[in-house]
């Protein structure tokens, strides 16, 4: 017997519930008569109805029963659900953890090369504002700010680090850009150098290759 059931019959039982009392009470009359008559009493209605109410109960306590299973149900469902999401939420953040972990290593390594490479730069004539902006004393790196900038394109990332700038998106300029920056000042000073050789055709190319630096600057 299904929920549908049972609450069907329930109300058919509580029907003939009242039915039988509204039959007890009317016997309960006849019974005082036959005994004060010295007849013996009639059939007894009141077993009929306790019967009843045994059913009843039965029937109710099975209803409880299917209500507890069905919550029951319900609640292993939405928690096999929280475990799905929980699950696609720890893969996203292993992801993160493990850019985290590949962007410490290739931070501190390059900090470490622009420690160790800069003096070279600066002696040959090449631009040092791009490294400058890398800092070497452990401090606040704007450097590191304008990457993640221009890496997501807002200031997301670089808030949830609880990083204080004045920078804004349209200011990210990722390290690779800058580095591109110190190879073209490279570049140019070599053209320079090479503008002064003795050989006129290096010379005179090195010459043409600088004018042309400069109309597309």
């Keep these: 017997m299904d929920r549908k059931q049972t609450e069907a019959r329930v109300g058919e039982l509580r029907a003939e519930r009242a ?3 509204e039959a007890l009470a009317g016997a309960r009359v006849a019974a005082r008569d036959d005994l004060i008559a010295g007849r013996k009493p009639g059939a007894r209605l009141a077993e009929l109805a306790e019967l009843i109410d045994e059913a009843l109960a039965e029937l109710q306590d099975r209803i409880a029963i299917s209500d507890e299973t ?4 319900r609640r292993v469902a939405a928690i096999e659900r929280a475990q799905h ?5 720890r893969e996203l953040a292993a992801a993160v953890d ?3 972990a ?18 070279t730069v600066v002696r040959c004539g090449g631009d040092q504002t791009p490294l400058r902006r890398v800092s070497l004393n452990g401090g606040p790196s704007d ?8 890496a997501t394109g807002d200031m ?28 073209r000042s490279l570049e140019v000073e070599l053209l320079r150098v090479r503008a002064t050789s003795p ?15 400069e109309q597309e600057n």
Excluded: C, F, I
């Design 19 to 21: 039915t039988v009392e």
């Design 70 to 73: 069905e919550q029951r149900k």
């Design 85 to 89: 999401l929980t699950s696609e939420r």
């Design 98 to 100: 493990a850019a985290l």
């Design 102 to 119: 590949v962007l410490a290593g290739a931070w501190s390594a390059y900090v470490d090369a622009v420690r160790s490479t800069v003096g």
């Design 143 to 150: 450097a590191l700010a304008k990457a993640l900038l221009a």
């Design 156 to 183: 997301g990332m670089v808030r949830a680090l609880a990083v204080q700038t004045n920078n804004r998106p349209e200011h990210g300029v990722s390290l690779a850009s800058a580095e591109e920056r110190v190879l």
């Design 199 to 213: 050989n006129r055709l290096m010379a005179r190319d090195a010459k043409k290759q600088l004018e042309q630096m």
